[in-house]
């Protein structure tokens, strides 16, 4: 085999894996695409010793440390096949060269499909957010919407309400709250707006003003959005392990999945997208897979 380890995605669980490998000795390559699915976010926060710093500078300031240790390579490129044969796994590049190893730890993210609203692709991950624990501290107490519906919106509002009063759902459409749950929102004077959405006005990603299809424009600093997910890389049918009904890689504590000798960690198996959480679980694959080589070797 040319490496004990090929990660598939650099980003913060793939470059965790890899400096916890590296200081095991390991053989590991990185290959990563550079796409980074918070590549628009201009600051990362609740990240202890990094609150506040861009996404890019943190990654950047990752990899130097990593490729402090010389049994760490790292490759730019993306990887488009990855098929198990005798004794591990080949994984291929774009550029038609393969690399085997005895283990193979997938950290290739979750892509995000947003609503095909004019300027919302613009304001994501900048002011059209996901998470009030990455973000919401930057926009509290200002006037925010939740463009959701149903079931998800009111929790989500239970939650966002902590940090912002003047607040309102966006169904985007006929709302699908029920009585119950319109009433509650209602005596929490959460406003519930169900005109069509046709734009996002804003600068440089900044919202300013939501433009109704009747013609009306009201502003908000900030709206909260759930994209609809997929794998940015989809090995399972390559690699053999199941995704989760919620498309997310399906893993057990150790981040194993359920094809052998194949793991993930990061976006790709969690919804919990916190950098904190995803870099915990890149440590806690390279340490599982060392175990693992270390079993076969002893």
Request: glycine share 8%; aromatic share 8%.
């Amino acid at each position: 085999m040319d490496f004990d380890v090929i990660i598939i995605g650099g980003s913060y669980a793939g470059l965790s894996a890899a400096l916890t490998l590296g200081r095991s000795t390991r053989n590991v390559l990185v290959i990563d695409a550079g796409e980074p699915c918070n590549r628009q976010t201009p600051h990362s926060h609740n990240f202890l010793t990094h609150d506040g710093d861009r996404p890019a500078e943190i990654s950047k300031v990752a990899k130097a440390e990593v490729l402090k240790y010389p049994t760490v390579k790292f490759l730019s490129a993306k990887a488009d096949s990855a098929k198990p044969i005798e004794g591990g796994f080949r994984v291929g590049i774009e550029y038609g060269q393969h690399f085997t190893s005895r283990k193979i730890l997938l950290a290739t993210g979750l892509k995000d499909t947003l609503p095909g609203i004019k300027g919302l692709a613009a304001c994501w991950a900048i002011s059209a957010i996901h998470c009030p624990y990455c973000h919401g501290y930057e926009v509290k107490n200002e006037k925010v919407g939740l463009l959701m519906n149903g079931d998800h919106a009111f929790e989500m509002a239970k939650n966002i309400y902590l940090w912002n009063k003047d607040l309102s759902i966006l169904t985007n459409g006929k709302s699908e709250l029920n009585v119950e749950q319109a009433e509650k929102l209602k005596s929490k004077s959460i406003a519930i707006l169900e005109e069509e959405i046709v734009e996002l006005e804003q600068q440089n990603g900044q919202l300013e003003n939501i433009v109704f299809k009747n013609g009306e424009k009201i502003a908000f600093k900030a709206i909260y959005v759930k994209p609809e997910i997929e794998q940015h890389v989809n090995f399972s049918e390559q690699l053999g392990f199941e995704l989760t009904d919620l498309k997310t890689i399906k893993v057990n504590e150790q981040q194993q999945t359920t094809a052998m000798g194949v793991y993930a960690a990061g976006d790709c198996a969690t919804l919990f997208r916190s950098l904190p959480i995803v870099t915990a679980a890149g440590t806690m694959a390279a340490v599982m897979i060392n175990k693992e080589l270390i079993s076969e070797d002893f």
